[in-house]
């Protein structure tokens, strides 16, 4: 896959060996991941990879009230602190390993509505907003944002305060598009 530029969509069991394939490819030189998706969103190295979102310098309780407040469909936040560890066979180095990290955890309160690309962009402004200025230009690196965001131009709107629901709406077209070309290579309706 030299000199590459992939997208991955992946959830926790993508393990290649002793490690996740997000962390192979994202430390591999020679590829680019220029996008990242998965069904959950979270940090690795704890024991509910994916369903723990945070950062050092937020406040859990003010970020779970706020995404709460959005009643985004089928999920409630709940505030929780947790420190990322190694676990071998999920996560040999996780980012943030060590550090005493704010965030939520998601519940999924009703699995069949849940927007997950739609839960993640509601979680990166919320984040975004709750972080000092001095930590936004890490927020928005350009091997990190664009990956969390899924591509360079979400994580611009995220970066000029456009609202959850606008960059949304921006890309339903393509959604509208995508679903009548699958329409005929789906197994079950």
């Not at 220029?34 to 970020?63: H, K, R, W």
């Not at 009643?71 to 560890?85: A, H, I, S, Y």
């Amino acid at each position: 896959m030299d000199g590459k530029r992939i997208g991955i969509t992946t959830n926790h069991s993508a393990i290649a060996g002793r490690e996740h394939i997000v962390d192979l490819l994202h430390t591999d030189p020679d590829v680019t991941v220029t996008s990242l998706f998965g069904p959950e969103n979270g940090i690795c190295g704890t024991y509910e990879p994916f369903l723990q979102v945070g950062s050092p310098f937020v406040d859990e309780q003010v970020a779970a009230d706020r995404l709460n407040e959005r009643r985004l469909p089928g999920l409630r936040f709940k505030p929780v602190t947790f420190e990322p560890v190694s676990i071998p066979g999920m996560s040999r180095h996780p980012k943030l390993e060590g550090e005493t990290v704010r965030g939520v955890k998601l519940e999924v309160t009703d699995a069949p509505v849940v927007v997950p690309v739609a839960a993640g962009i509601h979680l990166l402004q919320v984040f975004c907003e709750l972080l000092p200025d001095e930590r936004k230009e890490e927020f928005f690196h350009p091997r990190g944002m664009p990956v969390r965001a899924g591509n360079t131009m979400v994580a611009q709107m995220i970066r000029d305060g456009v609202p959850a629901e606008e960059i949304i709406r921006s890309w339903q077209d393509d959604v509208e598009k995508f679903e009548v070309m699958r329409r005929p290579f789906l197994l079950y309706e």
